[in-house]
C-alpha cells in the first residue's frame, strides 16, 4: 500500500532530519513511528504527503511515485490528521469543515451530505455536526479533524502525535475509533501506552534513522527504548 525506499529528508545547512529510511506499510496495519522530540516522525509524514522538497529515494502509494506530476493523486490517497486540529478545523461549523474537501472536489451536493452524515456517525460526533469549532473540547476537536480527513476517502491514514490535549477519557475514546478504522495507519506518538493498545506494528527512530523495526513487545526492552531518548 505505501513504499518507502532510502527516502532522505535534508533541511537547511544541510541536516539530515530523515536519514535513508526505508519501509512497506501493508493494508492491515497500524504502525507507530516513535523516537524523541528531533528524531524526525513530523519530517517523514510530511515527506509523505509530499510538503517537504529537500527529499532523495522514493516514496510509492497504492503503486503511485510521489513526484510533482502525481503529488494531487498521492493527497487524495493518504490523509494526515495534523497534531494541533485547530489547523484542519476554520470553517464557522463542523459540517462545512467535514464537507470542505468534498466541495472542493466538486462532489455533487446530496453525495456531500450523506458522506458527512455517515462519517459523523461513525466517529459517534454527529451531535457535533452544528457545533462551532471553537466551542469544542480537545477531544472533540480530534475527532472532528479525524472526520475532515476520512471524509476525503483516503487509502491511508496518518496522524501526528494524536493524543496530544486529551485526557484519559478522550485517549480511550480515540483508541477504540482508531482500532475499528480498517485502514493502514502510521500513527506518530511518544505516546508507548497507547501506541501498543492501537498498533501491531513499531518503528524507532532516532537522529533521523530506523533503530528498530518490529511488534509492540519492543516497547518491552527498557534499556534500547531509554537509548532511544523514550
Do not use: W
Amino acid at each position: 500500500m505505501l513504499e518507502l525506499k532510502d527516502v532522505t529528508v535534508t533541511y537547511t545547512g544541510k541536516t539530515k532530519v530523515v536519514d535513508n529510511v526505508s519501509f512497506t506499510l501493508g493494508e492491515s496495519e497500524s504502525l507507530t513511528l516513535t523516537g524523541e522530540n528531533g528524531a524526525g516522525k513530523t519530517s517523514l509524514l510530511l515527506a509523505i504527503v509530499g510538503v517537504l522538497e529537500a527529499i532523495s529515494g522514493t516514496i510509492e502509494v497504492g503503486g503511485t511515485r510521489l513526484n510533482k506530476n502525481t503529488l494531487s493523486e498521492i493527497r487524495k490517497q493518504i490523509g494526515l490528521v495534523f497534531q494541533n486540529p485547530d489547523d484542519q478545523l476554520f470553517m464557522p461549523l463542523i459540517y462545512d469543515d467535514i464537507a470542505f474537501g468534498c466541495r472542493n472536489l466538486g462532489l455533487p451536493q446530496e453525495q456531500i451530505k450523506t458522506r458527512v452524515e455517515e462519517i459523523l456517525f461513525e466517529l459517534n460526533i454527529s451531535h457535533l455536526r452544528d457545533r462551532s469549532p471553537l466551542k469544542l473540547s480537545g477531544g472533540e476537536k480530534r475527532m472532528a479533524a479525524i472526520a475532515t480527513v476520512l471524509a476525503m476517502n483516503p487509502a491511508v491514514l496518518m496522524f501526528d502525535e494524536p493524543t496530544t490535549f486529551l485526557d484519559p477519557k478522550a485517549k480511550r475514546a480515540l483508541a477504540e475509533i482508531l482500532k475499528k478504522l480498517k485502514h493502514p495507519k502510521i500513527i506518530a506518538t511518544h505516546d508507548l501506552a497507547f501506541a501498543a493498545e492501537v498498533c501491531n506494528r513499531v518503528i524507532v527512530l532516532k537522529e533521523g534513522r530506523i533503530m528498530a523495526d518490529g511488534d509492540v513487545s519492543l516497547f518491552n526492552d527498557k534499556e534500547f527504548m531509554r537509548n532511544c531518548g523514550l
